[in-house]
């Protein structure tokens, strides 16, 4: 007979807190979140609260969602891609193999999004043939209907504090 691994709860909490463009003070928790982790077997289960909503932040959010954990993606400001909303190149230098990996691991949701939102594609950007240029007023858009399609919670002109 095999016995059943030891389960291990382990928890924690903190606060999310509204806030508007240039506030620095808190104010009453907008809500507050428990987060429990179930460890069995040395396999964790259990939400996961992406803070930052950046072009790294939605991509863990969403990789984290399709490996089947609830997601919270927090956003201080109100349009997720933080600075790509600002830059709108893609795929030049290093983001051009970085592209390319992350398409071939099966992560290419976000590409796939900057790609039809390109006004230009393989353009020579000094030294860089590859290069594309998305317009950053449709890729941030996208990206915000596709998280909350996989069932990403975005919760923004929030931030954590009090985190246990």
């Known amino acids: 007979m095999t016995r059943k691994p030891a389960l291990e709860r382990r928890s924690g909490s903190f606060s999310i807190m509204r806030r508007s463009v ?22 964790f289960l259990y ?13 863990a959010a969403l990789t984290a969602r399709k490996a089947g954990a609830e997601v919270l993606l927090l956003e201080k400001t109100d349009l997720l891609l933080g600075l ?16 390319e990996e992350n398409i071939a691991m099966g992560a290419g949701d ?12 393989n353009i020579d950007f000094p030294g860089h043939p590859h290069a594309s240029l998305y317009d950053v007023t449709l890729v941030e ?24």
């Open 22 to 43: 240039g506030d620095t003070g808190t104010k009453d928790p907008l809500l507050t979140y428990d987060v429990n982790v179930i460890v069995r077997g040395g396999i």
């Open 47 to 59: 939400r996961v609260i992406v803070i930052g909503g950046g072009w790294s932040g939605c991509a």
């Open 84 to 99: 790509g909303n600002v830059g709108g190149i893609m795929r030049n230098n290093g983001r051009f193999t970085a592209a």
């Open 110 to 121: 976000l590409f796939r999004i900057t790609d039809s939102c390109s006004r230009h594609i």
């Open 141 to 164: 858009p996208h990206v915000r209907r596709l998280l909350r399609e996989k069932g990403v919670d975005i919760i923004f002109m929030a931030r954590a504090v009090d985190v246990t």
